[in-house]
């Protein structure tokens, strides 16, 4: 019996001159049904759309192939759970360019095909430092580079532009506490994620309160504003500003870059060199909050909510460990 493989794709090249191509290029591939014991993953189709607790031989090839592709879909163990969909949330926005309203939490036969295509994910910039981050806030998603070779591509949530009035722990070190103890204080802001160009300058260790919020490893690019781990990263805008990962993602990126490497942040608006590097909109103490000598502290101006949505489970490791990452293929 032979097996016979089409392909069928296009190409896009993307240059530096060029500064909004696309930055992904896929091929689909179909083959027949059978399958030699010594085949590559992306020889089996998929039978069954796969959903939320599924579990199977089909799920853990979804889960390998896109740790092949560096959408990191956490531990790869055959079962369909939050940390899996969100790599599925990532694939769908940057490589098949879904608007969020139209991402699925399912891994159907036709996606499948998409992902065990050939799929080729260049930089939008060539920068000098050695590692760069570019974020995507209309996809919701960022990708993490060592020269042209992908390293990283993550969900992530970032500022929802909403203005905001809530009561906030700061733990010392953290602006607007420059004791020893954490403090409470009442604070409003405006939840923007700026466009532009930054640089990693400063990063902190475990779990840490901020007026922006609860962060986890964060490692900060624009004054507050952070990229770290968060037990909640939904498809949405979600944050005061900060870009929000996966927890378990956030457990080894800072390993992946550095002082002083670049971050690329695109608003699908203008271009980050058309704003350089902007400040956060500053926030300020809430004039209605009020203290107490008791241990309860409250706040006379609510608390903004964020609408409803689909939330994964997330899990958190144990130890600090750098993935093997696997060559992207980038072309020439």
């Known amino acids: 019996m032979s097996v016979i493989f089409v392909l069928v794709g296009t190409g896009i090249a993307v240059s530096q001159s060029n500064k909004s191509a696309p930055v992904t290029t896929t091929t689909v591939s ?14 089996y189709t998929l039978s069954r759309t796969i959903r939320d607790g599924m579990k199977g031989e089909d799920v853990r090839r979804i889960q390998q192939r896109l740790k092949d592709l560096h959408f990191d879909p956490g531990v790869i163990d055959g079962i369909f759970g939050g940390d899996t969909l969100m790599a599925v949330w990532a694939f769908q926005a940057l490589v098949q360019k879904m608007t ?9 036969p036709v996606l499948w095909d998409s992902m065990r295509g050939e799929v080729t994910i260049t930089p939008r910039r060539q920068p000098g430092t050695p590692n760069h981050v570019e974020v995507y806030l209309p996809e919701q998603v960022m990708a993490v580079f060592k020269g042209t070779q992908l390293l990283l591509v993550s969900h992530i949530s970032t500022g929802t532009g909403q203005k905001w009035c809530e009561e906030v722990t700061i733990d010392p070190g953290e602006e607007g506490n420059k004791g020893k103890e954490p403090i409470k204080d009442g604070v409003c802001g405006e939840a923007i994620t700026p466009g532009g160009i930054y640089y990693f300058y400063n990063r902190k260790l475990g779990l840490r309160e ?60 203008k271009e980050p060199e058309d704003y350089g590097s902007i400040a956060p909109p500053w926030d300020k ?31 958190v490791p144990k130890t600090t460990v750098v993935p093997s990452t696997v060559p992207a293929t980038v072309p020439g």
Do not use: Q
């Open 30 to 43: 179909t083959t027949p049904g059978f399958c030699p014991s010594d085949a590559p993953i992306t020889c």
């Open 100 to 108: 969020r309203d139209t991402l699925v939490d399912f891994v159907t």
């Open 210 to 269: 901020s007026k922006l919020g609860t962060m986890w490893n964060p490692v900060y690019f624009n004054v507050g504003i952070a990229i770290h781990g968060a037990m909640m990263v939904p498809k949405e805008p979600a944050s005061h500003g900060c870009v929000r990962i996966p927890i378990f993602i956030s457990n080894y990126f800072p390993a992946l870059v550095k002082y002083n490497d670049r971050v690329y942040v695109f608003d699908g608006v």
């Open 285 to 315: 103490k809430d004039p209605n909050y009020t203290t107490t000598t008791s241990s309860t502290s409250t706040s006379t101006v609510p608390s903004t909510s964020v609408p409803k949505t689909t939330v994964p489970k997330t899990t």
